[in-house]
């Protein structure tokens, strides 16, 4: 019975802790992070909670970014520039962009 309870408890605080981990879309929203004309996102305000998220969403982009150069025969810094006029575009109204140094809203 114990058992029981204590795995229910667990369950709970892990529910619990992903209910408060900070998403990609929230931090867009808060203005904390944004998306550059590089392909990757930044900081737009510290915060280290979103230092580590931006952290892991760079690194995959950037594995695609080297699969999608090597497939097509050319540089990873096409690609970056490529993806980051395209997350430039598709950024929503009100969200950050950073385009030639400067942070603004789109």
Do not use: C, P
Request: charged share 20%.
């Amino acid at each position: 019975m114990k058992l029981v309870k204590w795995s229910m408890l667990v369950s709970a605080a892990m529910l619990a802790f992903s209910a408060w981990a900070l998403t990609l879309d929230q931090a867009k929203a808060q203005g904390i992070v944004g998306e550059t004309s590089n392909g990757y996102l930044a900081l737009v305000q510290n915060n280290s909670e979103a230092q580590k998220l931006i952290a892991e969403i760079n690194a995959k982009r950037k594995a695609k970014y080297l699969s999608l150069a090597k497939k097509n025969g050319i540089s990873l810094s096409q690609v970056e520039a490529l993806a980051g006029a395209k997350a430039i575009e598709k950024t929503t109204a009100g969200h950050m962009v950073k385009v030639d140094g400067q942070w603004r809203k789109k």
